[in-house]
Nanobody, 119 residues
Framework: QVQLVESGGGLVQPGGSLRLSCAASGIIVSYNTMAWYRQVPGNQRELVAS???????NYADSVKGRFTISRDIAKNTMYLQMNSLKPEDTAVYLC?????????????WGQGTQVTVSS
């Protein structure tokens, strides 16, 4: 059974930094495309960053140069380092991955971690 557990969210002042973690079980983070999304109530989920099986990364324009996605194979954990945070980064951040097997396509989500950027 695939499980994704996020941690690391919190309250931070504008310009500050946070590092989010997504601990995975039931899948291997280096074998799957892993992604971070964020959601503000009333809005659609927004793709923030992704890291593919081969290590290629992709970022939303709004976070390029400020956020870095990475993974630790030994810990089977994905990270999102967020620097120079802005109030508009406030959202629930969710970890995501998907799997294709003989039974079909499956998408998995963590429970989310709240990030609030405010003075």
């Amino acid at each position: 059974q695939v499980q994704l557990v996020e941690s690391g969210g919190g309250l931070v002042q504008p310009g500050g930094s946070l590092r989010l973690s997504c601990a995975a079980s039931g899948i291997i983070v280096s074998y799957n495309t892993m992604a971070w999304y964020r959601q503000v109530p009333g809005n659609q989920r927004e793709l923030v960053a992704s890291i593919a099986r081969g290590g290629r990364t992709n970022y939303a324009d709004s976070v390029k140069g400020r956020f870095t996605i990475s993974r630790d194979i030994a810990k089977n954990t994905m990270y999102l380092q967020m620097n120079s945070l802005k109030p508009e980064d406030t959202a629930v951040y969710l970890c995501n991955t998907n799997e294709v097997n003989s039974y079909g396509y499956y998408e998995y989500w963590g429970q989310g971690t709240q990030v609030t950027v405010s003075s």
